[in-house]
């Protein structure tokens, strides 16, 4: 018992190091996943967004937290996959059969969830520069920002350890991410919560994306925040609680 | 503690199928056991099990003294397992392959471990490729490798040469005979019958999810009516052909 505990961090170090060797050598993940939201960048800033009214001269500066919702969202999908490689090889039979905690697997999964959707997240930031992506936002806001959005990717890389455990085919493992993905669409995301139809502004308004949106453009825009942000925190550790704790019991059910 | 491995009525079920129907056997420390039965006999279930990957419905497993249910972190400490199905990861190399494990034994130069072990099991030149370039046989000698680090006093191999070439599967007789002789306990499964004899210093055969007989290949022997001597012309089988005309080869 008392090797395991005291080995656990440095184990995690060790899976972290392994799962992040998998992402460089295949870049290709990390540019899929940062292709799509770029695109949807793209066209909703030349093509739609001529035509939609934000109420703002900036629509990047509108849209990008909404895109990088959809870049995590896509990203964790890889994390489900990842974990589903590693049950079908017998690789976790391996370490599982070994004096290492079990948790320690999981979590070098996680880990590597955050630093791979990190990266994409600076890269469409980046993009967002070129297009005219302008914040006056300082510090203390930025660090907000990146902590809203780190504690986004937790709660979402916890919800996709589940099918990553349980899925019997590779396309199950990622087929959870396709409503996340979509989840941003009915929100404030691309255009504010008015111009919908009652029902669907009743949902808008309500689900997590939107709250999370609005605290993320505030803190970029140096507006204050109000009450949005901490609907924002309430949803995502509320999400990522129950995640974590169903992830678990599936983990401790499927390994012994 | 002379038992490596003491099993007593081991049951256990998957839904309403009954895999295993009270299972007993004994392997000493030291020796080669071979559990040998047909597919869907229950060797693989038998084999997760004693390394703590499965949970038993009934009956006592107890692996180096401890019970697998019980005490599965002491018997972890103890052991390794080579499943199936090759445990390596696949997109990284081989060497490391055997610097992570190493790292999760905690051992104090895992740099050396694997290059050690790469020399021993004839990867050097394979070493900084990926394990997905590998042949089946250099994935299973890398996989028995890792297995091999930390030392441990038992090791599991679950059908370590199905799926490979005749020239693998000696390969890999020649590393599991060389892990007897320097003291390691080796469970073996296979449900090749010449590969039982080829290696193990004890038998069991499991069957609808019992062991219907085991002991030594001698005593197995007698079990069966005294051999009658019979004039039969003996043809060089295929297996022997291949791998004459191979080494004649490899001689040039």
Same mark, same amino acid.
């Given at each position: 018992m008392e090797t395991t505990k005291k080995h656990f961090l440095s184990d995690i170090g060790v899976m972290l190091g392994r799962s992040m060797r998998h992402i460089t050598r295949s870049m290709d993940t990390i540019i899929t996943v940062c292709i799509t939201p770029i695109a949807m960048m793209l066209l909703f800033v030349y093509v739609l967004?001529?035509?939609? +009214?934000?109420?703002? /001269?900036n629509y990047v500066n509108y849209l990008l937290p909404g895109i990088l919702l959809m870049a995590i $969202?896509?990203?964790?999908? *890889?994390?489900?996959?990842?974990?589903? =490689?590693?049950?079908q090889s017998g690789i976790f039979e391996r370490f599982h059969s070994m004096p290492i905690a079990r948790s320690a697997v999981l979590w070098g999964h996680v880990l590597t969830s955050l630093v791979s959707n990190a990266i994409s997240v600076i890269v469409i930031i980046l993009v967002a520069l070129i297009m005219g992506f302008r914040s006056s936002a300082g510090i203390v806001s930025w660090l907000a920002v990146a902590g809203i959005l780190a504690l986004v990717t937790l709660a979402l890389t916890w919800i996709a350890v589940i099918p990553g455990l349980t899925a019997k085919s590779i396309d199950g493992a990622s087929a959870f991410s396709y409503p996340l993905i979509f989840l941003p669409f009915i929100s404030s995301a691309f255009v504010p919560t008015d111009s919908m139809p009652t029902v669907v502004r009743a949902f808008a308004e309500n689900q997590p994306v939107t709250s999370i949106v609005d605290a993320i453009r505030a803190l970029l825009s140096n507006q204050p925040v109000g009450s949005e942000i901490w609907i924002a925190l309430a949803w995502c550790l509320?999400?990522?609680?129950? $995640?974590? #704790?169903?992830?678990?019991?599936?983990?401790?059910?499927?390994?012994? | 503690m002379e038992k490596a491995i003491e099993v007593k009525d081991l049951r256990k079920s998957f839904k309403s199928a009954a895999v295993l129907k009270g299972v007993d056997f004994e392997v000493k420390r030291g020796e080669i056991f071979a559990l040998l039965g047909s597919n869907g006999a229950g060797k693989t279930t038998i084999v997760k099990i004693l390394a703590t990957l499965l949970k038993p419905d009934g009956g006592t497993a107890t692996v180096n003294g401890f019970d697998v249910a019980a005490h599965s972190e002491n018997v972890r400490q103890s052991i390794s397992l080579t499943g199936q199905? $090759? $445990? &390596?990861?696949?997109?990284?190399?081989?060497?490391?392959? %055997?610097? =992570?494990?190493?790292? %999760?034994?905690?051992?104090?130069? @895992?740099? +050396?471990?694997?290059?050690?072990? #790469?020399?021993?099991? !004839? #990867? &050097?030149?394979?070493? /900084?490729?990926?394990?997905?370039? *590998?042949?089946g046989g250099m994935r299973r000698r890398l996989d028995i490798a890792m297995s091999l680090?930390?030392?441990?006093? %038992?090791?599991?191999?679950?059908? @370590?040469?199905?799926?490979? /070439?005749?020239?693998?599967?000696?390969?890999?007789?020649? &590393?599991?005979?060389?892990?007897?002789?320097? !003291?390691?306990?080796?469970?073996?499964?296979? +449900?090749y019958l010449e590969e039982a004899e080829q290696l193990a210093d004890q038998i069991a055969i499991l069957h609808e999810g019992r062991i219907i007989v085991s002991g030594t290949l001698e005593e197995l022997k007698k079990l069966f009516p005294p051999a009658k001597v019979e004039y039969v012309e003996k043809q060089p089988s295929l297996e022997e052909l291949f791998l004459a005309l191979i080494g004649k080869k490899e001689e040039k």
């Open positions: 967004g001529g035509a939609i +009214q934000a109420g703002t /001269d $969202a896509s990203g964790i999908a *890889y994390t489900a996959f990842r974990l589903f =490689m590693d049950m509320g999400i990522l609680i129950v $995640a974590y #704790l169903l992830a678990m019991l599936v983990y401790k059910r499927k390994a012994l | 199905f $090759a $445990a &390596v990861d696949e997109i990284l190399t081989g060497r490391e392959n %055997l610097i =992570m494990i190493a790292k %999760l034994r905690h051992l104090k130069n @895992p740099r +050396q471990v694997a290059a050690d072990l #790469l020399k021993r099991f !004839g #990867l &050097v030149d394979a070493a /900084d490729r990926r394990a997905s370039t *590998y042949s680090i930390g030392k441990p006093q %038992l090791i599991f191999l679950d059908e @370590p040469t199905t799926g490979l /070439d005749p020239e693998a599967r000696i390969e890999v007789w020649n &590393v599991v005979k060389e892990l007897a002789n320097s !003291g390691t306990t080796v469970f073996l499964t296979t +449900q």
